[in-house]
Every structure is written in C-alpha cells, then in structure tokens.
C-alpha cells in the first residue's frame, strides 16, 4: 500500500496551491479519503474529507470557503485545492484512507508533504 503525496511547496500569502495524494496498493474507490495537517508541537488534525463516492464533504472550520477537496477514482488519486492561502496554513499536509470493514478500520497514511505560507 503507498500514498504518495506531491505538489507542496512555498507560497506567499493569498496564493494558491494543489496537493495530490497517488494511492496504490488498494482499492482506492471504496476508502474514505481525508487530508491532515501537523505542526510541530501540534496533534495532527482534519483539514478535508470525502467520501468513496465523492459525493460527500467535509471540512475543518478553518478553511471552509478555502479549500477543496476532491477525488478521481479512475486515477486513484486525490487532491486538496487551496486558495487564499494564511500563514496559520502552514504544516506537513499528510494524505490518509480509511477503509471500512467488519472489525477495525483499515487506516493508511502517506509520508506527508510540507506546505509553508509566508512572505
């Protein structure tokens, strides 16, 4: 199983970026898929989810109205669009998939890609 995420990087205030995640190893269509961030110091939280399907999201307060989540499941791929970037965005943006079963959770994650907002 890989969750491969990309497209992290530097960015001023109020830009925009697009992460991806590539997942390989599962079948990605029937997992949930989320987007976390972490800070140093910091328990790692929910920015994004979406459903297998991808006709249901959710998202952290914070960046509600900024930040979209959506997924391709022919390419077993998921993005997070994010717009009007703040500098409180800043963090290492982890790709994670949960797949629903009897009994526990199968729960993977990615290696995670460093984003940072700042002037």
């Known amino acids: 199983v890989q969750l491969v995420e990309s497209g992290g990087g530097l960015v001023q205030p109020g830009g925009s970026l697009r992460l991806s995640c590539a997942a390989s190893?599962?079948?990605?269509?029937?997992?949930?898929m989320s987007w976390f961030r972490q800070v140093p110091g910091k328990e790692r939280e929910l920015v994004a989810g979406i459903n297998s399907g991808g006709g249901s999201t959710n998202y952290a307060d914070s960046v509600k109205g900024r930040f979209t989540i959506s997924r391709d499941n022919a390419k077993n791929t998921v993005y997070l669009q994010m717009n009007s970037l703040k500098p409180e965005d800043t963090g290492v943006y982890y790709c994670?998939?949960?797949?629903?079963?009897?009994?526990?959770?199968?729960?993977?994650w990615g290696r995670g890609t460093q984003v940072t907002v700042s002037s």
């Open positions: 190893g599962f079948t990605f269509s029937t997992y949930h």
């Open positions: 994670n998939a949960v797949g629903l079963r009897i009994g526990p959770p199968l729960v993977y």
